[in-house]
């Protein structure tokens, strides 16, 4: 059993729709984050959360939204996609005191076209 | 600048062979080091944590050099199963909050 799951896990969207992805995780963990991986410039943190009512914006967070609707739930919203979101997407989780070991999702590949 | 750089190779080396990679990082107040290791369309998992002293888990030997700012990676006695991405991941923040720094990645194949 998957311990961090992601839905969907591939996604083919229009320029300007709303598009969420969510996550999930059975792992226990209190901190979630939000990925997203372009060739040529490895993973790049989107929004990170280290409890339900703490949410707090990473390097690129711009055009996407986070909602963390329990523990276990991290969803990352884009309002109005565009094409150059076109990216592979990894929710991660960690525990407090080993945030730096971090269990990834399986991830989910969007294209905005 | 990138802050973490790597060689994004592919380095091609047969069975049983002993490969190096390093990565360099920009930011001298870097706190903690990392490899991960991700597969072809799958998700990245951690391989080892890197110390300033140096440490080995198995085939795998990993070492810091804070004077240079770099970290290297060596696996000994390749394995076909050893062909993936290896990602060298810093962490800048003091304050535990988990932000990591990840390089593009070094590929590595492993040839029969």
């Known amino acids: 059993d998957a311990d961090v799951t992601q839905t969907p896990r591939n996604r083919i969207t229009k320029t300007g729709k709303r598009i969420m992805l969510e996550c999930s995780q059975t792992k226990g963990h209190d901190r979630m984050y939000w990925y997203r991986q372009d060739p040529g410039l490895g993973l790049r943190l989107i929004y990170y959360?280290?409890?339900?009512?703490?949410?707090n914006k990473g390097e690129i967070s711009d055009g996407y939204s986070v909602s963390r609707q329990a523990q276990a739930k991290f969803s990352l919203s884009l309002e109005s996609a565009i094409p150059n979101q076109t990216a592979l997407y990894f929710c991660?989780?960690?525990?407090?005191?080993?945030?730096?070991?971090?269990?990834f999702g399986p991830g989910t590949r969007l294209t905005v076209t | 600048r990138k802050e973490v750089e790597q060689d994004p190779g592919p380095f091609n080396v047969p069975e049983g062979a002993t490969v190096a990679f390093n990565c360099t990082y920009s930011n001298s107040a870097s706190q903690s080091f990392f490899w991960y290791r991700q597969d072809c369309r799958k998700e990245p998992k951690l391989l080892m944590s890197v110390y300033s002293s140096g440490n080995e888990d198995g085939r795998f030997t990993a070492q810091l050099n804070r004077a240079s700012q770099y970290i290297s990676l060596l696996i000994r006695d390749s394995k076909l199963s050893d062909s993936a991405t290896y990602l060298c991941?810093?962490?800048?923040?003091?304050?535990?909050?988990?932000?990591?720094?990840f390089g593009q990645g070094t590929t590595l194949q492993v040839k029969p």
């Open positions: 991941v810093v962490n800048t923040d003091s304050s535990n909050t988990g932000k990591l720094i």
């Open positions: 991660a989780t960690s525990k407090t005191g080993s945030s730096y070991e971090q269990y």
């Open positions: 959360s280290f409890d339900v009512k703490d949410i």
